[in-house]
């Protein structure tokens, strides 16, 4: 008896590390299931590999210094569509925080792990919310662009009525 309630005392921390999801509706507005493909952008880290798309090795062993640390995934997984095996949410033992983390299978034994978050908010699963390309387009001023077409008035590129015009509706008058 002893022994069945050690053993239960042992096994139901490890049970309650990580819960199994049977879908899961990221940042991204969509709803993956196991069985459901999720396709892998780009790395996010200066080498090109990947910083939240990590493999799960077989055996413990020294580090592969070709991905970053010997848990990153390759560099040549971008682009791919890779099927999920597993959602689990799980809680991280450094910091406590739960992750919601995808398994994916990559077409030979070892598994890869996707902190499904992480990778959408640095653009390593597509889509992504990708808030750079809105950084990159260029913010105007009225002011700016008043006295772009004040240049133009004088220039006589446009009339004193189309300058009229584009003042009213850069103000919103």
Not at 54 to 61: F, K, M
Not at 94 to 117: A, M, N, Y
Not at 147 to 157: F, I, S, V
């Amino acid at each position: 008896m002893k022994r069945i309630i050690l053993a239960l005392l042992f096994i139901a921390p490890i049970a309650a590390f990580s819960q199994t999801l049977k879908e899961y509706k990221a940042s991204n507005g969509k709803t993956y299931h196991p069985g459901d493909t999720v396709r892998v952008g780009l790395g996010s880290m200066q080498d090109g590999s990947f910083k939240y798309v990590l493999i799960n090795q077989l055996l413990p062993g020294p580090p592969d210094p070709r991905r970053s640390g010997g848990i990153s995934a390759r560099k040549d997984m971008s682009g791919g569509g890779y099927v999920i095996k597993k959602i689990k949410n799980a809680k991280q033992f450094t910091s406590g925080q739960e992750k919601v983390v995808f398994t994916i299978r990559t077409g030979g034994l070892p598994t890869c792990d996707i902190w499904i978050e992480e990778a959408i908010a640095s653009c390593e699963v597509t889509p992504c919310n990708d808030n750079r390309s809105n950084n990159a387009s260029p913010q105007f001023s009225v002011a700016d662009e008043l006295t772009k077409l004040k240049k133009l008035l004088d220039n006589g590129a446009i009339t004193q009525k189309e300058y009229d015009a584009q003042k009213k509706k850069l103000l919103g008058e």
